[in-house]
């Protein structure tokens, strides 16, 4: 099955002479950022969305590390007997 892609930006100049800069990569991963030229706002875009496997990778790999912490606190009932459930 094929996913849908999701890119799709907008550069909008502000009165401060900025670019800001929303893009979404084809994950529909959003991000907002300012630039001071048209050119470094686009250069942007297609860096975001250039790094959108990578991105996905390392998210992928956070998850999986703090779902493995959620186990091993539910398994040794780690942080269970604390009022304000800190150690």
């Known amino acids: ?27 529909g991963a959003w991000t907002e950022v300012y630039e001071q030229s048209m050119f470094e706002a686009s250069k942007f875009v297609y860096e975001y969305w250039d790094s959108a496997d990578k991105r996905r990778e ?12 959620i186990e091993l606190d539910q398994k040794y009932n780690i942080l269970k007997g604390n009022r304000d459930g800190l150690d």
């Open 1 to 27: 099955m094929t996913q849908e892609d999701k890119r799709s930006y907008t550069i909008t100049k502000k009165d401060n002479g900025w670019y800001q800069v929303e893009v979404i990569d084809k994950y």
């Open 58 to 69: 390392e998210n992928e790999i956070m998850v999986k590390a703090i779902t493995n912490c």
